[in-house]
Structures are given as structure tokens and as C-alpha cells.
């Protein structure tokens, strides 16, 4: 085991965020990623083709321009297609999700582990708050009919501790991002404000379409700091630390993973989707090396969510919270 070192430790503790260069390598776990995306995408858009929903397949275009002309004459993000998790309320028996072997495998990938057990130790819980994010340049994507803007435009400022649900507050739940293109602050790389993890919870406010984000009037966002990164490279950020991403004024796509781990035992903070046992150095054999049992859990989870018909939001927050007016 490898892991980060104590000076890379201590940054984490300091500035509530850190970034690992080459983390992992791009042959072995990103390269797998992207070739399942393409068939993603190649059978959505053959679908589509199929159901006149769009003027051809554009098989003859990379992963990269086919999504953007597929986005664009659907005015669909598509994103729901590609994630390796479930929409917070009307889950169908359908709803599409890609759950491949290699989002497995990067979800367990070694070395990976070997820094989250560095900061929450040695018995590491999957944490199913996960998301694929495939946003592409504002100008070309889908926009919203009545607001004119981006479908998925720059992320809102907020902390992964005001997503979760209160149960999860004592959670020392450890987010881990990284691209699988390029995300320099063109592309919408992340943006962090650092040692922001020291105020506590933050108020989150109703923004946009199912979003949430922390009012200027609430935390100021001038330290802000943009992390660019390129296919390898790992952020960690705390449970508080304050967060959002810049804008896609690139002509490129940007492509990144959002990750989340706990110690096993502790709350997920969305006790309705699935996670797993990662890695545990006490009893190494309930570590799950199975994707197709990843899956599993998956699709049964959201055959019981749309049973129930599922629609609690996983928030806390209201438009009529102090701060919020
Ligand atoms: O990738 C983004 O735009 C936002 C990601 C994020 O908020 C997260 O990973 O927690
Ligand atoms: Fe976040």
C-alpha cells in the first residue's frame, strides 16, 4: 500500500482539499471507462436513430462530437443514460443506468483505495452518492426552454455534506473526483475555496431545477480556486469543503467521475441506492470483487424504488430557510 504521504495529509487537514497528479493510470482504468461510454452512446443513439428522434447515428464521429450532436438534437443531456446511479425521485423500472465492469473497476481500483485508506482508514464503504458527469461546451449543449440556460452548465457552490441526508452528518464521508479528458478551467474544471471546510454546514438554498447552492450572502466565494486536472490526476475533497465548477466555454467535452467513501458502518446519507465494501484490511474476504453483484444491487434497488414510487428528496433544505429569501 502506497497511499498519500504525511505532507500531502496535512494539506488535506489544512486546505479541505487535495490534488494527486498521475494517480491513476489512464491505460488501465480510463481508457476501459471511455470504450464503455462509446457503446453507451452508440446503442442510445441507435435507439434514437431508430425512434426518429434524431437526424442520424453520427457513427462516424469520436465519443466526444457524437455526444455534442446528439445533445444538441435532442436538447437532452443524456446524462441518466451514462450514470452509474439513480435520479433522487421518479425511479421507473427502466430508468437507464450503466453499471459496467469497468466503473467497477475504477471504483475499487488500488491505488485509488490505497489514498482514501490513508484519510478514513482501512475499512473503506463505497458510498453510492456517485455520478458520472459528461458536460459539454455551453454553447453547443442543451438548454432549458423556458430559462435559456445550460441543462448542465457550472456547478452550483455547495458542500457534499448539504447533498446527503442528516443522518449522514457524522459521516466522514471522503469525496474523489478526477476527469477522464482534460478539465482545465475552459472545460469547467472544479473550483474549491479552500479551508472552507472549517465553518461547519452551510445554509444550501433551492437553485434551479432540483439544485442546491450556498448564497453569496452566506459564504463569499473570492479565495476561489480552480483545480484543473488531466486524465490521472485525483482530487480529494472533505465532506465541508465549499465547491462548485466553472462553466464549459470549450469546444471539448468534459468527462469526470465523482466518487464518495465511508468507513463501513457509518451512514451513506442515501440509504435507498446501494454501496459496498471496498476494501476492508480486517476482513479482507467481505471486500466485494464482483461487478455483475454491483449491478445487481442496482437494478434491485431501482425496481423497488419505482414499486414505492419513490419521491422523498434527499435534502434537508427548504426555500423558506433562514438566509434563503
Ligand atoms: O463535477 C462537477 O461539476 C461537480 C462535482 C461535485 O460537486 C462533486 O464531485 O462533489
Ligand atoms: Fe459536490
Redesign the pocket.
Known amino acids: 500500500m502506497v497511499g498519500l504521504t504525511t505532507a500531502q495529509l496535512e494539506q488535506f487537514d489544512e486546505e479541505g482539499y487535495l490534488v494527486v497528479a498521475g494517480l491513476i493510470d489512464p491505460a488501465a482504468v480510463l481508457d476501459p471507462l471511455l470504450r464503455e461510454y462509446e457503446g453507451v452512446l452508440d446503442r442510445l443513439a441507435r435507439q434514437l436513430h431508430a425512434a426518429g428522434h434524431i437526424t442520424d447515428p453520427f457513427s462516424h464521429l469520436p465519443f466526444g462530437e457524437r455526444f455534442i450532436q446528439i445533445e444538441r438534437e435532442t436538447n437532452e443531456t443524456n446524462a441518466q443514460s451514462f450514470d452509474f446511479s439513480l435520479p433522487q425521485g421518479g425511479v421507473r423500472p427502466d430508468t437507464p443506468m450503466w453499471l459496467g465492469p469497468a466503473v467497477f473497476r475504477a471504483l475499487i481500483h488500488p491505488p485509488l483505495l490505497d489514498a482514501v485508506q490513508s484519510v478514513i482508514g482501512g475499512e473503506i464503504y463505497s458510498n453510492p452518492v456517485q ?1 458520472v ?1 459528461i ?1 459539454s461546451p455551453e454553447r453547443l449543449g442543451a438548454r432549458d426552454e423556458s430559462t435559456g440556460r445550460p441543462k448542465l452548465g457550472a ?1 452550483n457552490w ?1 458542500q ?1 455534506n448539504g447533498v446527503v441526508l442528516p443522518v449522514a452528518d457524522d459521516s466522514d464521508i471522503l ?1 474523489v ?1 478526477f476527469s477522464l479528458t482534460d478539465a482545465r478551467e475552459e472545460h ?1 474544471c ?1 473550483q474549491v475555496i479552500p479551508r472552507s471546510h472549517r465553518s461547519g454546514l452551510l445554509v444550501h438554498c433551492p437553485a434551479g431545477p432540483g439544485g442546491l447552492e450556498i448564497p453569496e450572502r452566506v459564504a463569499k466565494r473570492d479565495r476561489a480556486v480552480p483545480l484543473p486536472t488531466r486524465p490521472g490526476d485525483v482530487i480529494f ?1 472533505h465532506k465541508r469543503t465549499m ?3 466553472l462553466p464549459n466555454v470549450s469546444d471539448e467535452i468534459r468527462i ?1 467521475l ?1 466518487l464518495r467513501y465511508n468507513p463501513i458502518g457509518q451512514e451513506t446519507g442515501r440509504g435507498a441506492f446501494p454501496g459496498f465494501i471496498a476494501r476492508s484490511r480486517l476482513r479482507p474476504d467481505c471486500a466485494l470483487g464482483d461487478d455483475a453483484t454491483w449491478a445487481a444491487h442496482w437494478y434491485a434497488a431501482r425496481a423497488h424504488l419505482a414499486e414505492i414510487r419513490h419521491s422523498e428528496p434527499f435534502n434537508r433544505w427548504s426555500a423558506d430557510a433562514e438566509g434563503c429569501a
Open positions: 455520478h458527469r458536460k456547478t455547495h457534499d469525496t473526483w469547467g472544479l475533497l465547491h462548485g465548477s469526470s465523482d
